[in-house]
């Protein structure tokens, strides 16, 4: 159980366009959502909270209007990267954690984004 | 805010043998969540072991132990017999134990990079 999808896994956009993620959880409900982001090498930084229905909270430093966060059902969240630029190629994961367990995150697989 | 250290960013361990890789957090709260997770080289994070810092017993899952000094605000894990596939990078994570802002986010370690060699 506790399973978490990402998709794409892989993907490559050119510099000014914009690019989707999805994070799912499978086989329950995901109260709250996290976005992180992880360069070669080292730990995975924070970017943002979300829970259903609501807003996101961002982290210091994280563009708002660059990485748009959605997390519009209990089982589904995505992540936009608006006009992409090279600077946002990196790894992107998502957690998600139910109410009945908030303090255990189920990881995603990730998605390596390439900006050329 | 919290801080979560490890300081040492890489190991090596032979095959079958035992490592421990060190973790020390700072924080003024007295509840909270203590975990270490692995990520392998498909990069898909992985729960090891998670300690709540109400419990004085060490968690234990199968061959990974955990020491853990909430005084010295010490939460070592302990790998025996070791194997292949425990080849990883190693992340201790932090995590308050109270619903609020900023509540069950992860505070993460920078990792440690563990290599077992056959």
């Known amino acids: 159980g506790a399973v978490v999808s990402q998709h794409p896994s892989w993907v490559i956009c050119k510099s000014g366009t914009s690019v989707k993620i999805e994070c799912r959880s499978l086989?329950?409900?995901?109260?709250?959502m996290f976005w992180y982001r992880q360069f070669p090498k080292q730990s995975l930084m924070l970017m943002a909270t979300?829970?259903?229905?609501?807003?996101?909270?961002?982290e210091q430093g994280v563009e708002k209007d660059k990485f748009l966060i959605n997390h519009a059902s209990l089982t589904l969240s995505t992540l936009t990267v608006t006009s992409a630029h090279p600077e946002d190629s990196s790894f992107y994961i998502c957690?998600?954690?139910?109410?009945?367990?908030?303090?255990?995150?189920?990881f995603g697989p990730g998605t390596r984004l390439t900006v050329t | 805010a919290q801080t979560v250290t490890q300081s040492q960013p890489e190991m090596s361990v032979q095959e079958a043998e035992t490592v421990t890789l060190s973790c020390t957090y700072d924080?003024?709260?007295?509840?909270?969540?203590l975990f270490w997770y692995k990520q392998p080289p498909s990069r898909q994070m992985i729960l090891v072991i998670r300690?709540?810092?109400?419990?004085?017993q060490n968690a234990t899952e199968n061959r990974f132990s955990v020491n853990f000094q909430k005084a010295a605000k010490s939460f070592s894990l302990k790998i025996s017999d070791s194997q292949l596939g425990d080849t990883a990078m190693y992340f201790c994570?932090?995590?308050?134990?109270?619903?609020?802002?900023?509540?069950?986010?992860?505070?993460f370690g920078k990792g440690t990079k563990l290599s077992v060699i056959p």
């Open positions: 957690s998600a954690s139910s109410g009945t367990d908030p303090y255990e995150q189920y």
């Open positions: 086989d329950f409900q995901a109260t709250t």
């Open positions: 300690q709540e810092a109400y419990k004085q």
């Open positions: 924080t003024s709260e007295n509840n909270y969540y």
């Open positions: 979300s829970n259903e229905g609501s807003k996101a909270t961002y």
């Open positions: 994570a932090f995590t308050f134990a109270y619903s609020g802002a900023g509540s069950y986010q992860l505070t």
